[in-house]
């Protein structure tokens, strides 16, 4: 353990100031990335803006590697959980030295990765943050590789032990960090559930909630009133988005397409069937699920 804490304290001291400030800034926001994933409670879930399902769905249409997103949006809440511990855990290998250049390759490829789908279209490019924390990631890198020919990641018993530990220290970090995530406000009105208000849902606009049984929902206005389907394709279970351009729902993962404004009637694809209907209904000034 001393051993352990010397070689730490070691590895800063021996850097030079340039260094270690790349290397605290790198590892202190790879774990405020992970805690921001583990604290937010629409993170896993199917909806909101920062909803891993709806992430990958956004990336499978504007991301160079968009057929590979496609495949990964049916498995979103297992790609979302190693996402929050790889986070978690290449923040703590680079503060504690744990493999640090394998880890400072790591740490550039997924900011490599993070360019090609969540900022490639940022124009002009200095705007987006990956493409920084890629050159960041690739400085260290190349300052931690020096003249040698190999990374330093070793998979004997001590190597496993180490990269055990901090997959081990990243699931527990995510999972203090679901414990103690930030609640959301739920109200409730006479005749149902609130879901928004009518002054935030103008005529033409549409609202995504989450419905009385947990799954994901989304709700229309028009001049004629409210409605609302599930948002659960009824092929095999994918979150469907609303196309305005299309003016249906559409799944991302295998193509079907729903009429929202004909009882969400199958416009193509593979399903046969229409999304449920959600009840919803006007009480006072709120839209609530009746």
């Given at each position: ?110 900011s490599l990765g993070l360019w090609i789908t969540a900022t490639w279209h940022v124009k002009p490019y200095f705007l987006g943050s990956d ?15 020096g003249k040698r020919r190999s990374v330093d990641v070793s998979f004997d018993r001590r190597g496993a032990i180490r990269i055990g530990t ?125």
């Amino acid at each position: 353990m001393r051993t352990t804490i010397r070689s730490i304290v070691s590895s800063w001291k021996n850097q030079s100031p340039a260094v270690r400030v790349i290397r605290f800034w790198l590892g202190i926001t790879w774990i405020y990335g992970g805690w921001d994933k583990a604290t937010d409670p629409d993170f896993l879930g199917k909806i909101g803006a920062t909803s891993i399902s709806k992430q990958l769905t956004g990336y499978s249409t504007s991301s160079p590697l968009g057929f590979l997103f496609r495949h990964m949006i049916e498995r979103s809440t297992a790609v979302g959980i190693i996402v929050m511990i790889a986070e978690f855990a290449i923040g703590f290998a680079t503060l504690f030295w744990v493999a640090p250049t394998f880890i400072a390759f790591v740490g550039f490829t997924m900011s490599l990765g993070l360019w090609i789908t969540a900022t490639w279209h940022v124009k002009p490019y200095f705007l987006g943050s990956d493409t920084a924390y890629a050159v960041l990631w690739l400085s260290y890198f190349l300052t931690l590789l020096g003249k040698r020919r190999s990374v330093d990641v070793s998979f004997d018993r001590r190597g496993a032990i180490r990269i055990g530990t901090l997959a081990v220290a990243g699931a527990l970090a995510s999972v203090l960090g679901r414990g103690l995530q930030k609640k959301k406000v739920s109200a409730t009105a006479s005749g149902g559930n609130q879901i928004v208000k009518l002054v935030d849902l103008p005529v033409g606009k549409t609202f995504e909630f989450t419905s009385s049984d947990g799954g994901p929902a989304i709700v229309f206005r028009t001049k004629n009133g409210v409605f609302a389907y599930s948002e659960i394709c009824t092929h095999q279970g994918c979150t469907v988005s609303y196309s305005a351009s299309d003016k249906a729902l559409v799944c991302p993962c295998h193509g079907a397409a729903y009429d929202p404004f004909n009882a969400a009637a199958v416009l193509g694809g593979p399903s046969n069937t229409p999304l449920s209907t959600v009840k919803v209904a006007i009480n006072g000034d709120w839209v609530v699920q009746a």
